[in-house]
């Protein structure tokens, strides 16, 4: 177990455009060569945009491309022709695959912050897709199966107990709340990296929320 607390992010962004980001591995000039992924994931950024603050129109390619809101709402438009409202709940999923281009914004007049995470597909090439799945029920798995990964969301009650998966690769973020992991207390932003997971439990020491990505090797 790597445990990340959430001070440690890199700080990233453009604070005079009200884009404040924390970096959980190496990106753009924030460069570590031994923080470059885990497993599949390549980046996992908390944005926090100011109102009326965003990310104008760019492109990815080759990367699967989740989103969580963490409070607020997000405006979502890329070059497929979706446009989306984001909020706290939903599951976005960009497949970025051979080339996309897209817009993220607050146009809402409260702060919004997100988490965006990048995984690495298991083959490039392909067309671009994109998915949002509204209000996903607790314990509910989301498949990215172009990058061999699922997310668990789980939203744990005090001293309520949920497994972590047995897999290759663990990846834990708490969203909200505190946990209990293997002796760790766990608070909002702090993460996990775990090798060959066996027989953990994750528990509510608050009510909480945690995003676990299973990930083979």
Do not use: K
Not at 93 to 106: D, T
Not at 117 to 126: D, N, S, V
Not at 154 to 174: F, K, N
């Amino acid at each position: 177990m790597d445990v990340r607390r959430a001070g440690e992010r890199y700080r990233g962004g453009d604070p005079e455009t009200g884009i404040d980001t924390r970096h959980a591995f190496s990106f753009g000039p924030h460069y570590d060569p031994g923080n470059l992924r885990f497993g599949a994931v390549i980046a996992c950024n908390e944005e926090r945009l100011a109102p009326g603050a965003g990310f104008d129109e760019h492109p990815h390619s080759h990367t699967e491309i989740v989103t969580w809101v963490v409070e607020g709402e997000l405006t979502h438009r890329d070059s497929t022709g979706h446009e989306t409202r984001v909020r706290p709940g939903d599951v976005q999923h960009l497949s970025a695959a051979a080339g996309v281009r897209h817009v993220e914004r607050n146009d809402a007049s409260v702060p919004l912050t997100f988490l965006q995470m990048w995984l690495a597909p298991l083959e490039p090439g392909g067309d671009p897709s994109y998915e949002i799945i509204h209000g996903i029920a607790d314990s509910t798995p989301y498949a990215v199966p172009g990058a061999g990964a699922m997310l668990h969301v789980r939203r744990l009650l005090p001293g309520e107990r949920t497994a972590i998966p047995d897999a290759a690769y663990v990846y834990a973020h708490v969203v909200h709340g505190e946990i209990r992991l293997d002796g760790e207390t766990l608070g909002p932003g702090d993460s996990v990296r775990i090798t060959g997971a066996e027989s953990l439990e994750a528990v509510g020491v608050t009510a909480a929320e945690l995003l676990l990505w299973e990930m083979t090797p």
